[in-house]
Nanobody, 124 residues
């Protein structure tokens, strides 16, 4: 059974930094992608970043490009999201996703496994 366990959310002031991690168990995703999506209150789940596991290439939403960095640790089967220069509009529940199609990684429908979500709140 696949499990994705997220950690690292919290409250931070605008301009600050937070790091998220997502540990996968139950299988490896070497031929797929892992990623992060977020969902603000009253809005849909949107793409933030993804990483193609085998190549390590990261893909980012325009809204976070230059501020967020996605990375992975093969040995730990874990993906990370380092978030810098945070803005109030980054406030959302952040979800880890795994098993993604490496071509359509920006789509919610590309991923088969999801974490429980972790809250990130950025105060102004």
């Amino acid at each position: 059974q696949v499990q994705l366990v997220e950690s690292g959310g919290g409250l931070v002031q605008a301009g600050g930094s937070l790091g998220l991690s997502c540990a996968a168990s139950g299988r490896t995703f070497s031929s797929y992608a892992m990623g992060w999506f977020r969902q603000a209150p009253g809005k849909g789940r949107v793409f933030v970043a993804a990483i193609r596991w085998r190549s390590g290439v990261g893909i980012y939403a325009d809204s976070v490009k230059g501020r967020f960095t996605i990375s992975r640790d093969n040995a730990k089967n874990t993906v990370y999201l380092q978030m810098n220069s945070l803005k109030p509009e980054d406030t959302a529940v952040y979800y880890c996703a795994a098993g993604g199609n490496i071509v359509t990684v920006t789509s919610v429908n590309a991923f088969g496994y999801w974490g429980q979500g972790t809250q990130v709140t950025v105060s102004s």
